[in-house]
């Protein structure tokens, strides 16, 4: 028998927006379209995760979730501020990443379009994943330009962590899901070796763990910045209660690896080597190995229940039919083994969606974004407090990358996902863009450097001695006097 999951139509057959929900969108589009740009992305994260999928019109026969209709609004108000040329579209420029991520988009609807043989409803569908993934990120894209937006996005998510760290304890300890209330659900949460799996407004509880989990490096930049210490606190807090009650491996594995890339930052200087050095151990691992070295993912299970075996043998089943999927993906993933349809790993699913193209173009999407935030590192070394920045934000990026081993996003998670993508353009563009700069040269070929001014002793209120004036150095060798008062 063929999954639901591969098959095409169905689900609801009226609108269902709860009357709480409907009035917070009418609320939510008008702040959007008239508040200024830079508080459009609390109201838009709000909307996100704070109102579960569940949630939609439909509209001639087709389903019209809240988030598009969020979404949509959020890309007319860049258009309308576009248009009146007071707005930077996209901070560095459309840039590489863009485009790998565009490609990436591209791939799979032409993968999945050709899957189904261009039927209809395959359009359909692949319309709805064009404005959730191009307009999302879009969106994110034009919201966030800079290092406050940046840390207006990190607070916002800090509430939001809390929120939905209180609605996940009384999920746990109540059994009542209040997210799922407003979708006219009463159906108790899932309970899997004696502990509750909270899932709040997620579609799943290691989607929601997952959340939390991959945010915690972001609230300890916030505090490392000196932002406010309550608010890192309250993010770190309610992060770790996410991960907590939803019980599963996977949000644990990746909240690990957060807080164990954080403190590799004395090494920082050694990453290639240990990139290096841990393809080498891969390599000797699956040499001596009875299996091939992927099953040690096997081994790695918090619960009693985890189902770390299932992804050791998915990770085994989709390398062993790579004829089946390297071309345009496959829909026939349920017939290589039992519940091999249930693909919990967001590499796995990349191929067996997109093909080998959009698998590759995944893998060259983080290892373009790790290259960026390793390349805006070197460029202030020497700047402890930088360097942390840069540091701190490719952790939330390794936790993500961890935490795609587990499970593989197809809910509002994916927008925390584009959000970090945008802030690693938005925090890197200004460092890369000055790095970049050609240095000017003095007719005898030497730079052009610019005299420092003096800076102001800490102990007085102005500078001890008047700022001077900029004057170019000449050569090396020469001599630099300064004028007489």
């Known amino acids: 028998?063929?999954?639901?999951?591969?098959?095409?139509?169905?689900?609801?057959?009226?609108?269902?927006?709860?009357?709480?929900?409907?009035?917070?969108?009418?609320?939510?589009?008008?702040?959007?379209?008239?508040?200024?740009?830079?508080?459009?992305?609390?109201?838009?994260?709000?909307?996100?995760?704070l109102v579960p999928l569940g949630q939609q019109f439909l509209i001639g026969g087709v389903h019209v979730l809240v988030l598009r209709i969020v979404i949509l609004a959020a890309l007319a108000r860049a258009i309308m501020s576009m248009s009146s040329s007071k707005t930077r579209a996209f901070p560095g420029g459309f840039g590489t990443v863009d485009w790998v991520y565009m490609l990436w988009i591209f791939f799979h609807i032409v993968a999945f379009l050709f899957l189904f043989n261009?039927?209809?409803?395959?359009?359909?569908?692949?319309?709805?994943?064009?404005?959730?993934?191009?307009?999302?990120?879009?969106?994110?894209?034009?919201?966030?330009?800079?290092?406050?937006?940046?840390?207006?996005?990190?607070?916002?998510?800090?509430?939001?962590?809390?929120?939905?760290?209180i609605c996940m304890l009384n999920e746990r300890y109540r059994m009542q899901n209040l997210f799922a209330i407003l979708n006219g659900s009463t159906t108790p949460p899932e309970i899997r070796d004696g502990h509750v799996r909270a899932q709040a407004a997620f579609s799943h509880p290691l989607l929601a763990g997952t959340f939390g989990a991959t945010l915690l490096p972001l609230f300890f930049l916030y505090w490392h910045r000196q932002k406010s210490r309550a608010v890192a606190v309250l993010g770190i807090l309610g992060?770790?209660?996410?991960?907590?009650?939803?019980?599963?491996?996977?949000?644990?594995?990746?909240?690990?690896?957060?807080?164990?890339?954080?403190?590799?930052?004395?090494?920082?200087?050694?990453?290639?080597?240990?990139?290096?050095?841990?393809?080498?151990?891969?390599?000797?691992?699956?040499?001596?190995?009875?299996?091939?070295?992927?099953?040690?993912?096997?081994?790695?299970?918090?619960?009693?229940?985890?189902?770390?075996?299932?992804?050791?043998?998915?990770?085994?089943?989709?390398?062993?039919?790579?004829?089946?999927?390297?071309?345009?993906?496959?829909?026939?993933?349920?017939?290589?083994?039992?519940?091999?349809?249930?693909?919990?790993?967001?590499?796995?699913?990349?191929?067996?969606?997109?093909?080998?193209?959009?698998?590759?173009?995944?893998?060259?999407?983080?290892?373009?974004?790790?290259?960026?935030?390793?390349?805006?590192?070197?460029?202030?070394?020497?700047?402890?407090?930088?360097?942390?920045?840069?540091?701190?934000?490719?952790?939330?990026?390794?936790?993500?990358?961890v935490g795609f081993f587990g499970i593989s996003y197809f809910d509002q998670t994916r927008m925390s996902w584009f959000a970090l993508l945008v802030i690693i353009l938005a925090a890197t563009a200004p460092v890369l863009a000055a790095d970049a700069k050609p240095v000017e040269l003095q007719p005898d070929g030497t730079p052009l450097v610019?005299?420092?001014?003096?800076?102001?002793?800490?102990?007085?209120?102005?500078?001890?001695?008047?700022?001077?004036?900029?004057?170019?150095l000449g050569p090396a060798t020469q001599e630099f006097k300064p004028r007489r008062s």
């Open 239 to 401: 992060a770790t209660v996410m991960t907590i009650c939803a019980s599963s491996s996977t949000p644990f594995l990746a909240w690990g690896a957060g807080i164990g890339a954080t403190f590799c930052f004395p090494f920082r200087r050694y990453t290639r080597m240990f990139r290096y050095g841990l393809l080498i151990a891969l390599i000797a691992l699956n040499t001596v190995m009875q299996a091939p070295v992927w099953f040690l993912i096997g081994h790695i299970a918090l619960f009693g229940s985890s189902s770390s075996d299932h992804r050791a043998y998915l990770v085994d089943t989709f390398i062993r039919h790579f004829s089946d999927w390297w071309l345009f993906g496959t829909n026939a993933a349920g017939t290589w083994g039992w519940d091999m349809w249930d693909t919990s790993n967001q590499y796995v699913a990349e191929g067996e969606s997109g093909g080998l193209a959009a698998f590759v173009l995944f893998i060259l999407l983080i290892s373009y974004s790790f290259g960026k935030l390793g390349r805006a590192r070197k460029a202030v070394e020497g700047d402890r407090n930088r360097e942390w920045y840069f540091w701190l934000i490719g952790c939330a990026l390794f936790s993500h990358v």
């Open 1 to 49: 028998m063929q999954p639901e999951n591969l098959k095409l139509g169905g689900g609801l057959s009226e609108s269902s927006v709860h009357p709480l929900v409907l009035a917070a969108l009418i609320i939510a589009v008008l702040l959007i379209l008239f508040l200024s740009r830079k508080n459009v992305i609390v109201t838009v994260l709000a909307m996100t995760f």
């Open 118 to 165: 261009f039927a209809s409803g395959a359009i359909v569908n692949q319309v709805g994943f064009l404005w959730d993934m191009v307009g999302g990120f879009l969106v994110m894209r034009f919201l966030i330009q800079d290092e406050d937006d940046i840390d207006r996005v990190i607070k916002t998510f800090a509430f939001l962590a809390a929120i939905l760290a």
């Open 450 to 472: 610019a005299a420092p001014k003096e800076e102001p002793h800490p102990w007085l209120s102005g500078p001890r001695t008047a700022p001077a004036k900029k004057r170019l």
